[in-house]
């Protein structure tokens, strides 16, 4: 069976990941690319020569599909998502779900009333490192988790990611998501308590470039984690993607597993030492990602740490994370969808 996706978006991840996550998936095929600029497009070109590259917007939705992944400024996920869900197509939204919280609940409200699923593209959902470490933390081999500490340090140009009106939020919905969905999985709850400093903040040009925040999730679990972007492309050995999750009766080390790549390593600490895990092989998220919407199309319910729902809460607790660096004020209450409601509405 053939599963025929188009992408909304012909950037540096379309290139790099998401052509070939299809070219490589049984049954996937790459039915069209949309994009606005020529040039992009022109550069996708080489990797998709049976696809049907278009400027016009129109012309897209024309083309005969079975899905669509919207990989886009964050500004244009909520165009484009419910586009697609109206005309029956699934959809993979890129992380963040949306630039704002109002977006973001749009797009819930489309998805709730659309007859097609639709997820959230989390990738580092999908590797097998951070799937192994929830593994084992549920299983009790480092006894209850207390706390998580993490780091995700990376690069940007400067783009639509450095500019609120297309992006929203910088630093934080780029790379700090990261760690604020992996502690939600480790904890297996939303968090309470936020503490948190950024640099710049409140400032209607730029986004935000450093952050650092600690999220408890109540009176004695927490994580802490710092996230930044340096300006212009880095080599891959200059990134950092690591977290330590500390339990009562051991300790777990991830590194490498926020990265594009599906690949990381995992090791832990117990009354014995520290040890590798066993041997783990590494699949394409991308690839998962395209299968699972697959499996949804066909009838499988849609996860629910992939679903929008998800989506809309984590976009809700970036965004009280950088109100809380930006009012200074040294804590400040989550709430979030399906709880109390929310005291400002974006």
């Known amino acids: 069976m053939t599963y025929r996706v188009g992408i909304v978006g012909a950037g540096f991840l379309t290139r790099h990941s998401l052509i070939p996550a299809l ?9 069209a690319v949309l994009d606005p600029d020529p040039q992009a497009l022109a550069m996708a070109a080489p990797d998709c020569p049976d696809a049907f590259l278009t400027t016009d917007k129109d012309a897209f939705f024309d083309v ?25 197509l699934a959809v993979v939204v890129d992380k ?14 489309a ?34 988790p207390q706390a998580m500490v993490a780091a995700r340090l990376g690069w940007r140009k400067d783009d639509w990611r450095s500019r609120p009106a297309e992006s929203g939020l910088g630093c934080l919905a780029d790379l700090g998501i990261y760690p604020v969905l992996t502690a939600i999985d480790i904890f297996g709850a ?39 972007a340096t300006f212009h492309e880095q080599p891959a ?22 990265q594009m790549d599906g690949t990381g390593a995992l090791q832990m600490c117990d009354t014995s030492g520290w040890r590798p895990a066993a041997a783990l092989t590494p699949v394409d998220p991308y690839r998962s990602q395209y299968e699972l919407l697959a499996r949804c199309a066909a009838g499988e319910p849609v996860p629910g740490e992939v679903s929008l729902e998800r989506g809309l809460r984590d976009l809700e607790i970036l965004y009280v994370i950088a109100d809380t660096a930006a009012a200074r004020a040294g804590a400040g209450a989550v709430q979030v969808s399906g709880g109390a409601p929310l005291a400002e509405v974006r």
């Open 237 to 258: 050995s200059a990134e950092v993607a690591s977290y330590t999750v500390v339990g009562d009766a051991g300790i777990i080390q991830v590194t490498g597993a926020w």
């Open 190 to 228: 939303d968090p309470v308590r936020c503490q948190a400093a950024a640099w710049p903040v409140g400032d209607p040009t730029r986004t935000d470039l450093y952050a650092q925040a600690t999220l408890w999730f109540d009176d004695r679990r927490y994580l802490h984690f710092e996230t930044a």
């Open 96 to 109: 963040p779900l949306a630039h704002t919280v109002a977006s973001g609940r749009n797009i819930v409200t």
């Open 64 to 88: 005969v599909m079975d899905a669509v992944h919207v990989a886009t400024p964050n500004h244009l996920h909520e165009r484009f998502t419910i586009r697609a869900l109206e005309r029956g």
């Open 111 to 144: 998805g709730a009333g659309a007859a097609a699923p639709a997820i959230v593209g989390y990738m580092s959902k999908h590797n097998v490192y951070n799937r192994e470490a929830r593994r084992l933390v549920a299983a009790g081999a480092i006894g209850t």
């Open 23 to 31: 070219r490589d998936m049984p049954g996937g095929r790459l039915a």
